[in-house]
Structure formats: structure tokens, C-alpha cells
């Protein structure tokens, strides 16, 4: 068994600034998705999950930092502080971190940015980052498009396995911008009613933004109530298409076997699957294929896409998060907006909260250029 956990965590975002809070109101089936019409953002309303601005400078200021950062950069800033603060580990040589993003700050490029247009680099959202905390080490920067959140937490599991760090942070973020918006726009691909995903009647993806924090440790002691230990992982890249997944599921079916086999159990021992689900045809059908070629269509899954929207490269902690507080609580949070199955295989889909004695939990991850993650996290026993 890996001894790697996961332990403290923070979640920012439009259903609040801290994981209690955003969990809680997953569990009172409140979405932070709504209708937003900004022309700045794009030339039709669109759905969305949008961080109150007015909110966030204020939380950021109670900080008393004198110096300009972008938006990206105070959500990641106050989410890590939230969970560095209360670890207590001094940042020396033995302690990593890791930047999760897909985009970062591409909101520097706007004509009306007051910021330079190098500040775009994710490199230097990296030095940002790195200068305000203190950390000895350079970031890593992970950026592989929509799993780039669960794909950061298998890469810190690799260095502490492998001896380089003792504790890794993680933050992953993401912004809602003219630029991504127009993008999945060129696809068709965005909805202007709140997302379903797997359900018939959907009508495609809602963008939304977030910032999330893990600290990922060799340490049991001391460990948060939700903290659980991740048994396995893998990544696999179908080369399918620049923006569709593979039609048979085969990346994401041999990521989870991978994930599985590291973890050495078998399929029939995940109670929980936190999954991808995009509420797109091509992405919803893939997952019902392979978690059926996996053996795993009784399993009870849920997207949480309907309650803060595809937070791009911020989604695969952000989920993993929330699992990791079902898992303590032992509770299946709905796959809100779900009414009918509108892919051709079963799934078992979660349609009301509900109470379940559970142990170990599935996420997976898919994004454009083919990539797919799966990782496999368990309760923390005494």
C-alpha cells in the first residue's frame, strides 16, 4: 500500500471560500452555475460559475498585501494560504509545489489587461506563486488540458514515493475569460441552461472557475478528519483526436486498470466513481463505455459539473476534494441536473443524496488530446 495521503484542502469558489462550505451546499443540491450575460465575455448569455469579484478582493485584502496580482493568482494565493497556515510545515528543501492550470493567466492578454502580456507565461504565475510563500523549490507546472488536477496529484505521489519531497502543496486553478469561452464556443459546445450531464435532454457544458489546494504527505500524523491515502493511479493517452475522446474508452479503460492494478485490488472494491461527466455526447457516451467495459456500470457515479461548472484544469482536485469529504461522511452527492440516461450503456447514476457505508473511491479525468486519469483513494484507518 502507498503511504501517501492527501490532508489538508481548500476549495474557492461561487458556492464559498473554503471545502465545508462548498460540500455543504453539494449536499443541499445548490448550484453556483447562473446566467450570465456580459458581452465583455462573450456576445450571447451563457451558464456559468463565476466567482463574485466584490467577495474576492475582500477576502484578499484582509491579507494586507501591498502588491498587484491578477485574479487567478489571489484566488490560488488565498486557497494554498488556507492550508498551508494550518499545516504548520515549515517550506524547506523537502517540501514541493505543484501548479495545476490549463490556461493560468490568460486574462493578461486582453487589451484592457493592466497587466504585461508576460504575465500570460505560466511560468510566471509559477514565480508568483513561488515568491509569495516562500518555497524553496521551483514549481512544477502541470498543464494537460482537463486532467491536469488529478494527473498534479499523481505526480506528487511519484516524487514522495521516489524520495524527493516529504510533503508536496497543490494548487489548481482556473478562470472563466473571453478566450476559453470563445474557444468551446467555436465547438457549439456551451449551453446557456445548466448542464446534465448523461441525461438526454442535455444541452452541453457551462465553463466555471475555481481555485483548490491539497497538501499530498508521507506524514499519517496529524491528517484532517477527511484525509484519505491514494492506492493507485494512471494515465494513459488514447491519440484519438484534438478534442475527442476515444469512441471505444480505451485511454480511460486502461488508465483505471492501471490505477487498479497499482493499487492492488480489484474493480468490485470501488463503492464511489466521481467522474468526468462534461454533459457533451462525445464525453458522457465515453465514460458509460468504459465503465462498462470495466465491470464498474452498478458502481454509483456522479458528475459534479452541475453544481460549479467544468473548471477545466482545476476540476480533477476540486472533485477529488469533495470525494474525499463523501468518503468521511459517507454520504453520494446527486448528479444534479440528471432526469433521463441519455447514454447507450447503464450507468449508474446517483440521482438524490443519500447515505452509504463506503471505503474507497474512483476519479477520473478525460480531456482534449486524448489524455484520461483515473486514481484511487481509501479512508484513513487508525
Known amino acids: 500500500m502507498s503511504n501517501v495521503y492527501l490532508s489538508h484542502n481548500n476549495i474557492i469558489s461561487s458556492l464559498g471560500f473554503d471545502s465545508k462550505t462548498v460540500v455543504d451546499n453539494i449536499y443541499n443540491k445548490v448550484s453556483g452555475l447562473q446566467l450570465i450575460d456580459d458581452k465583455d465575455l462573450l456576445g450571447e448569455p451563457i451558464c456559468s460559475s463565476i466567482i463574485n469579484t466584490e467577495i474576492l478582493n475582500k477576502e484578499f485584502s484582509n491579507l494586507g498585501i501591498e502588491h498587484?496580482?491578477?485574479?487567478?493568482?489571489?484566488?490560488?494565493?488565498?486557497?494554498?494560504?488556507?492550508?498551508?497556515?494550518?499545516?504548520?510545515?515549515?517550506?524547506?528543501?523537502?517540501?514541493?509545489?505543484?501548479?495545476?492550470?490549463?490556461?493560468g493567466n490568460i486574462d493578461a492578454l486582453d487589451e484592457h489587461s493592466s497587466f504585461t502580456k508576460e504575465r500570460a507565461y505560466l511560468s510566471e504565475l509559477g514565480k508568483?506563486?513561488?515568491?509569495?510563500?516562500?518555497?524553496?523549490?521551483?514549481?512544477?507546472?502541470?498543464?494537460?488540458?482537463?486532467?491536469?488536477?488529478?494527473?498534479?496529484?499523481?505526480?506528487?505521489k511519484r516524487y514522495i514515493n521516489q524520495g524527493m519531497y516529504d510533503d508536496i502543496f497543490i494548487v489548481s486553478g482556473d478562470i472563466v475569460t473571453k478566450f476559453i469561452l470563445s474557444g468551446f464556443n467555436s465547438f457549439q459546445a456551451l449551453?446557456?441552461?445548466?448542464?446534465?450531464?448523461?441525461?438526454?435532454?442535455?444541452?452541453?457544458?457551462?465553463?466555471?472557475?475555481?481555485?483548490?489546494?491539497?497538501?499530498v504527505t508521507n506524514s499519517k500524523t496529524d491528517l484532517v478528519d477527511e484525509a484519505v491515502n491514494m492506492l493507485g493511479e494512471g494515465s494513459c493517452n488514447d491519440a484519438n483526436h484534438i478534442s475527442g475522446p476515444s469512441r471505444t474508452g480505451e485511454g480511460l479503460v486502461r488508465s483505471v486498470n492501471s490505477a487498479l492494478k497499482e493499487a492492488n485490488i480489484p474493480h468490485t472494491s470501488i463503492d464511489y466513481i466521481s467522474a468526468h461527466g462534461t454533459a457533451t455526447p462525445f464525453n458522457d457516451e465515453?465514460?458509460?463505455?468504459?465503465?462498462?467495459?470495466?465491470?464498474?456500470?452498478?458502481?454509483?457515479?456522479?458528475?459534479?459539473?452541475?453544481?460549479?461548472?467544468?473548471?477545466?484544469?482545476?476540476?480533477?482536485?476540486?472533485?477529488?476534494?469533495?470525494?474525499?469529504?463523501?468518503?468521511?461522511?459517507?454520504?453520494?452527492?446527486?448528479?444534479?441536473?440528471?432526469?433521463s440516461l441519455g447514454v447507450s450503456k447503464p450507468i449508474n447514476i446517483i440521482t438524490n443524496t443519500a447515505q452509504k457505508e463506503m471505503n474507497i473511491f474512483l476519479k477520473t479525468a478525460s480531456g482534449f488530446g486524448g489524455c484520461n486519469t483515473a486514481a484511487i483513494f481509501k479512508k484513513v484507518t487508525s
Open 128 to 156: 508568483t506563486i513561488k515568491s509569495f510563500f516562500g518555497f524553496e523549490n521551483e514549481p512544477v507546472i502541470i498543464s494537460n488540458a482537463c486532467v491536469s488536477g488529478v494527473l498534479a496529484i499523481a505526480v506528487a
Open 286 to 339: 465515453m465514460e458509460a463505455i468504459a465503465f462498462n467495459r470495466l465491470g464498474l456500470q452498478e458502481v454509483p457515479v456522479n458528475s459534479l459539473k452541475g453544481y460549479l461548472g467544468h473548471t477545466l484544469g482545476a476540476s480533477g482536485l476540486l472533485e477529488t476534494i469533495v470525494g474525499m469529504h463523501s468518503l468521511k461522511d459517507n454520504t453520494l452527492y446527486a448528479s444534479l441536473g440528471f432526469e
Open 68 to 103: 498587484d496580482f491578477t485574479r487567478l493568482e489571489k484566488m490560488m494565493i488565498l486557497s494554498l494560504k488556507n492550508i498551508i497556515a494550518p499545516s504548520r510545515i515549515p517550506l524547506t528543501k523537502r517540501v514541493g509545489i505543484i501548479i495545476s492550470t490549463t490556461k
Open 191 to 215: 449551453s446557456n441552461r445548466p448542464c446534465r450531464p448523461y441525461s438526454k435532454n442535455r444541452s452541453g457544458i457551462n465553463i466555471g472557475e475555481v481555485a483548490a489546494s491539497v497538501l
